[in-house]
């Protein structure tokens, strides 16, 4: 990627003015938030190591290199959405990033909804955790009308044979 065009992680700023100093090592991401941006442009640039390291060492012990390989170019990446943050300042020691991720993978359009949480450890920013945030189900305001019950209008009819044909 080059440095003039636009940062994939949606900050307006150019790519070699935010993410991609940190992804060359040339700087440390001074906030959760940050770090959280150049990930998801490892991702979109495919500079995987930068996955490993710039995680806590429980989670580069478990880091799969391959298989966030073939994610990161089996997607075609849209946008990053960073929905809030909690601390995560330049003066903390945590940080928790709420975003959205969204991409395309075997035809199928993905929206990643996720809350990480991120450690300042000696060397700088680390992601820790990530939990997926599910869609929340479909909730009724009004109680549900059967099939035989009296139709909401006043009708006097049936709701299956008025307002509900």
Avoid at 66 to 76: F, G, H, P, Y
Wanted: include cysteine.
């Amino acid at each position: 990627m080059k440095n003039e065009e636009k940062c994939p992680c949606n900050s307006g700023k150019a790519y070699g003015e935010c993410c991609g100093p940190i992804l060359d090592g040339a700087v440390k991401a001074e906030t959760a938030e940050a770090l959280m941006r150049a990930r998801y442009c490892a991702y979109v640039t495919e500079h995987i190591a930068f996955l490993k390291t710039s995680a806590t060492k429980a989670v580069q012990d478990e880091f799969d290199e391959q298989a966030s390989t073939a994610w990161s170019r089996a997607a075609s990446w849209h946008s990053l959405e960073i929905i809030r943050t909690e601390k995560g300042g330049k003066d903390d020691t945590t940080g928790v990033v709420e975003f959205r991720a969204t991409y395309t993978a075997n035809g199928e359009f993905c929206n990643h909804h996720e809350v990480s949480t991120f450690v300042k450890e000696a060397d700088g920013w680390k992601f820790e955790d990530g939990e997926l945030v599910g869609e929340k189900p479909t909730t009724r305001e009004e109680p549900k009308i059967g099939r035989n019950d009296p139709c909401p209008c006043g009708s006097g009819k049936k709701y299956k044979k008025c307002c509900g044909k």
